[in-house]
Nanobody
């Protein structure tokens, strides 16, 4: 079992930056592929980024490439999402998620991630 707690969300103007953190419980953090998803009001939860067990490979949706960076520190049981050049369309509740099998890296499906945090709200004003 993994418990995930996100932090770092807030209100920022367009063009600004935020860094989200997701702290995981337990001693098996490095066993999990980690992902970030987001959900805007009235929309489905969508994949944003993912990172492999060792952090060597990362994946992003096209709309955030070059602006968002996912990273992880396995010694601190934490995964990060650095966001720059934020746009109003980035406004959403952001969730981190853990995937033990690794299938979620390719599928990017919500259902392939086993554990979820409670989310942190990011609001970008124009």
């Amino acid at each position: 079992q993994v418990q995930l707690i996100e932090s770092g969300g807030g209100l920022v103007q367009a063009g600004g930056s935020l860094r989200l953190s997701c702290a995981a419980s337990g001693r098996t953090f490095s066993w999990y592929v980690m992902g970030w998803f987001r959900q805007a009001p009235g929309k489905e939860r969508e994949f944003v980024a993912a990172i492999t067990w060792s952090g060597g490979t990362t994946y992003y949706i096209d709309s955030v490439k070059g602006r968002f960076t996912i990273s992880r520190d396995n010694d601190k049981n934490t995964v990060y999402l650095q966001m720059i050049s934020l746009k109003p369309e980035d406004t959403a509740n952001y969730y981190c998620a853990a995937d033990k099998s690794g299938s979620g890296l390719q599928t990017r499906k919500v259902g392939d991630y086993n554990y979820w945090g409670q989310g942190t709200q990011v609001t970008v004003s124009s």
